[in-house]
Nanobody
Framework: QVQLVESGGGLVQPGGSLRLSCAASGSIFSINAMGWYRQAPGKQRELVAVVTSGGSTNYAESVKGRFTISRDNTKNTVSLQMNSLKPEDTAVYYC???????????????WGQGTQVTVSS
């Protein structure tokens, strides 16, 4: 059992910034990747950013240059620094982690409960 707990969502004006954080805990052998997805009303859930244990990152084209993902492997945490926020960034943001849960390298995906980010004037 692995739990992901998110924090940092809220209401911000266009052009403002927010920092989301996510902490993983539980039966963790190692974490291959952590990242953030988001889902806006009437939209499909989409990948925002991901970072692997080796430090490789990938971003959605819509957030490149504005968002930065970072990970602390020793603490099993991931953060998303969101700058120059736009109204279209409004969504529920979900933390996810691809977790190796045992010595046999069994992998599972886990999701946080979601945190609301609203960008509005």
């Amino acid at each position: 059992q692995v739990q992901l707990v998110e924090s940092g969502g809220g209401l911000v004006q266009p052009g403002g910034s927010l920092r989301l954080s996510c902490a993983a805990s539980g039966s963790i052998f190692s974490i291959n990747a952590m990242g953030w997805y988001r889902q806006a009303p009437g939209k499909q859930r989409e990948l925002v950013a991901v970072v692997t244990s080796g430090g490789s990152t990938n971003y959605a084209e819509s957030v490149k240059g504005r968002f930065t993902i970072s990970r602390d492997n020793t603490k099993n945490t991931v953060s998303l620094q969101m700058n120059s926020l736009k109204p279209e960034d409004t969504a529920v943001y979900y933390c996810y982690a691809e977790v190796v849960i045992n010595w046999f390298l069994t992998q599972n995906d886990y999701w946080g409960q979601g945190t609301q980010v609203t960008v509005s004037s």
